[in-house]
């Protein structure tokens, strides 16, 4: 019978050094200039991600002292997180949520309705999921489902659809008349840059259940969405419930803006009096802006840009 050994450190250093003999003195050299290349090259990157996440912590505290404000004052706040499939939803709500008080904010991302759900009025699902006096709701897509997604993919009908576009800017108008600071935003990426984080989707094993068949055809429905896109800004950019469009290509200049929205959106009193609160014009629209940005886009190219 054959035994089969494991073999000692001391055996596979020895093995590795006879490997490395048989390349010649230059392609060692060689080998171990692109070892220290890759390593330098890892240092970065996380020392950039490093400094990236430094720079939100300002905020982060910030966002404390608002969720504090709340409390003593019964604030309520919804903030919506919309946008297409990969354009930096979800990385921003874990960073703001990141250091605040776990009793005072809730994340909501429904699963599709149930049977009974569908018998139910659209929003009554949504109501249910609203704060109480002090606390914060942020939805991973809304309501405003029935305005993108489903529309272009048919999981609502043309007359639900319809309903939905007439009766919403009366429903956040109440909601906003009682009391609710709502804050509507949508993430907008490009064609490009959305066909690359869902190729690293695909190769990322640690990325990869973030892929979902809708994801796969967003790209071929890409001129769908952007239609419907413009015709829910027309529709629900009101002065009582506006939209901030945020530019999300560069994830991290995104989340940094999208905390400026936020704390501006509450008139509490800062920690941080020197801290930047200005939001970048390069990246934060008013939804105005980005209908004004999309009709000249089609008039001048006979279609929407984004």
């Not at 919309?82 to 009793?103: L, Q, S």
């Not at 002065?239 to 530019?247: D, E, G, I, L, M």
Request: proline share 3%; aromatic share 10%; glycine share 4%.
């Amino acid at each position: 019978m054959r035994v089969m050994t494991k073999k000692t450190d001391q055996q596979e250093n020895i093995i590795q050094l006879e490997s490395s003999a048989e390349l010649s003195l230059e392609d060692q050299i060689l080998a171990l200039r692109n070892e220290v290349e890759s390593l330098k090259s890892n240092e970065s990157k996380a020392l950039k991600r490093y400094k990236k996440e430094q720079e939100l912590k300002p905020y982060q505290a910030e966002l404390i002292a608002l969720q504090q404000h709340l409390e003593d004052t019964k604030k309520r706040i919804i903030i919506l997180y919309e946008g297409r499939d990969a354009a930096g939803k979800g990385g921003t709500i874990r960073r703001v949520a990141r250091y605040m008080n776990e009793k005072h904010y809730r994340i909501v991302a429904l699963n599709k309705p149930t049977e009974l759900e569908r018998t139910q009025w659209y929003f009554q699902r949504y109501v249910e999921q609203f704060p109480r006096g002090g606390e914060v709701v942020m939805f991973d897509r809304s309501w405003y489902n029935r305005a993108m997604v489903e529309p272009v993919f048919d999981f609502c009908t043309p007359d639900e659809h319809k309903q939905f576009m007439k009766g919403v800017t009366g429903f956040e108008k109440d909601l906003v008349r009682q009391g609710t600071i709502l804050i509507k935003i949508y993430f907008s990426v490009t064609k490009s840059e959305q066909a690359r984080r869902f190729e690293r989707r695909k190769t990322d094993p640690l990325r990869q259940w973030k892929l979902s068949e809708v994801d796969i055809q967003a790209q071929d429905h890409w001129d769908d969405f952007t239609k419907a896109k413009y015709d829910m800004l027309k529709r629900s950019h009101t002065s009582a419930a506006p939209w901030t469009v945020v530019r999300s290509n560069d994830k991290h200049a995104a989340r940094l803006n999208v905390f400026k929205v936020i704390l501006n959106s509450v008139p509490y009193e800062h920690i941080n009096k020197d801290l930047d609160f200005i939001p970048n014009p390069d990246i934060v629209l008013s939804g105005a802006r980005e209908i004004e940005i999309m009709e000249a886009d089609r008039l001048k190219k006979g279609k929407f840009k984004a």
